[in-house]
């Protein structure tokens, strides 16, 4: 196993742009690794990507909706105007949620391990994801991309609010 210490927020290597990434020397096992151990740890995750780890490379890997991606190199071709508003959060920053807008829809075109360049469509959830982990490919993070200052709020808070009606 080869789980990685996720980097942090205020880590520099977290703003840096990445470095596109050669498909023959594309590594997932450390990043689906440490995705896993986040889980266990933490109970939610569905995606990180290399530069979380410390490698600042074009690499995201994804678990979602029982599928698993394995982005090298991705680019964006299209992000809808259309945006809705979320509560986001990281695995740089695992007990702070951020409120943002992220584009409805997103189309992105990757390399898969044979160097064959892939096109990749996503809507709702699966499309705020990808955003996530693109920026952080450019060194963006949530924080950045928060509406207004009112838009930080702790985990335990946020738990804390969505269960007051209980």
């Known amino acids: 196993m080869a789980v990685r210490r996720i980097r942090q927020l205020g880590d520099p290597l977290l703003r840096l742009t990445s470095a596109p990434v050669h498909p023959a020397q594309a590594d997932f096992e450390d990043l689906r690794d440490t995705l896993h151990q986040f889980q266990k740890d933490h109970g939610f995750g569905r995606g990180i990507s290399a530069v ?68 990749l469509e996503a809507s709702g959830s699966f499309s705020e994801l990808l955003q996530h982990e693109m920026d952080h490919l450019d060194g963006i993070l949530a924080i950045d991309r928060a509406i207004d200052r009112t838009s930080f709020i702790t985990r335990p808070e946020w738990q804390r609010q969505q269960h007051q009606g209980d």
Do not use: M
């Open 52 to 119: 979380q780890i410390g490698r600042p490379e074009r690499l995201i890997y994804i678990e979602i909706d029982g599928c698993s991606y394995e982005l090298i190199n991705p680019e964006f071709l299209d992000l809808s105007a259309a945006q809705f508003e979320l509560w986001d959060d990281c695995f740089s920053f695992p007990e702070l949620l951020v409120r943002l807008k992220r584009s409805d829809r997103c189309r992105l075109r990757f390399q898969d391990r044979h160097g064959e360049w892939q096109t």
